[in-house]
């Protein structure tokens, strides 16, 4: 997510469009005649309440591929991105991964954000063999499948890490700063009830306690009845499995209610606007999120600093990072795929094969992949309120 040399963005604003005047699976030449078409496909919330990260993702991409033409990193070929909008809804995801799928010059594709919508992608995808990264996705079962062993999808792969070390972390964190009894809350999502999951099996493990254990619907934002039952108990924290639009009047209206203790959650919070939706109520609430912060490493630095050069309309936010280094990955398994390559679609499969088997250092780490398509580093962060915005406490790496 995060960078730009001008020369190149007007250009890279049309080629986000896709290639006017040709049909899918053209596999044609650009304007000029020279050079063939390949596409990555960007699926991602573009429009409703996580728009901020939706927008971020597909920034990052767009970065990372005008570095790539602008340093003509496959010979022959220019790469554009195709961005579709999947409402971080799971029909709407499968729509737009069908829509996807059906132009034979889509190479990869960098998403989803929201692992309940990729539950729903992933075999379209798969179908089509078309490689999949997902810059956000922490479902453990979406790489281990139901019994936590076996890859459901050899086309998908991801960059962050799962949730089974974000619950580790996140339960270790609370514990260390004291905290023995814990209501937890999710929104039956894929994401969140995940993240509930393992932190309490980690809470458990490192001898706390979860007094009270309620979910609420996605769509709700009244929340008063849910308050009414976990406020008896008497926590002394409220752990959340969900994203910030629910988050940020969850915290807002705990402590109305004079629920006065922190609230913490995943990296579906890490999100300024979880602190704008939550107000001053949000003051000493925590958040744990993938990755170290993208501003503690040089590579990071270099990441924002091309980003803002970029002047996109909108911030990286949260796994802009990790989006970048995801497109990145789909480009170097093009430059072994597409070398000798006549098309796309019939290079399908050797793009999979060479993007498992990647390993360079991006901005997140070195990016590399296991057997099952998870990154090889574990790496998570936790953060707190202070002040009217997150700030960083700690890093560690559970690989």
Known sequence: MKFAVPVVVAALALSACGTRGEEPGAGSTGGDGAKKTVKIGVIAPLSGDLSALGKGI??????????????????GWEIKVEAVDDEGKADVGKNGATKLAADDDVAGVVGNLNSSVSQQTQPVFAAANIVQVSPANTGPSLTRGADGNT??????????????????????????????????????????????????EAFKAGGG??????????????YAPVVSKVAPAKPEAVYYGGEYPQAG?????????????????????????????????????FATSVGEPTDATEAGKKFL?????????????????????????????????????????????????????????????????DEFGDTKVKVISGYKVEGGKWTFVKSENLG
Do not use: W
């Not at 270790?172 to 004291?178: E, H, S």
């Not at 979860?210 to 769509?219: K, R, S, W």
């Not at 909108?314 to 480009?331: K, R, T, V």
């Open 151 to 200: 890859r459901p999808y050899k086309t998908f792969f991801r960059t962050c890490t799962t949730d089974i070390t974000q619950g580790a972390f996140a339960a270790k964190f609370l514990l260390d700063q004291g905290i023995k009894k814990v209501a937890t809350i999710h929104d039956k999502k894929t994401y969140g009830q995940g993240l509930v999951q393992y932190f309490t």
């Open 305 to 369: 600093a091309e980003y803002e050069a970029a002047k996109f309309a909108e911030p990286s936010a949260a796994y802009g990072g990790y989006s970048y280094d995801a497109a990145n990955a789909i480009i170097e398994g093009l430059k072994v795929a597409l070398k000798d390559a006549s098309d796309v679609k019939s290079a399908r499969q050797a793009i999979v094969d060479a993007v498992g088997q990647v390993s360079f250092a991006g901005v997140t780490g070195q990016v590399a992949f």
């Open 209 to 222: 306690e979860v007094v009270v254990a309620q979910t609420i619907n996605p769509d709700e934002s009244n």
């Open 58 to 75: 597909q920034h990052s991409v767009e970065l990372a591929v005008q570095q790539a033409n602008a340093a003509n990193a496959i010979p």
């Open 249 to 285: 009047p969850l915290s807002q209206q705990m402590k109305a209610a004079g629920l006065n203790v922190p609230l913490m959650g995943g990296d579906g919070i890490y999100d300024p606007t979880f602190i704008q939706l939550a107000g001053a109520t949000s003051e000493g609430d």
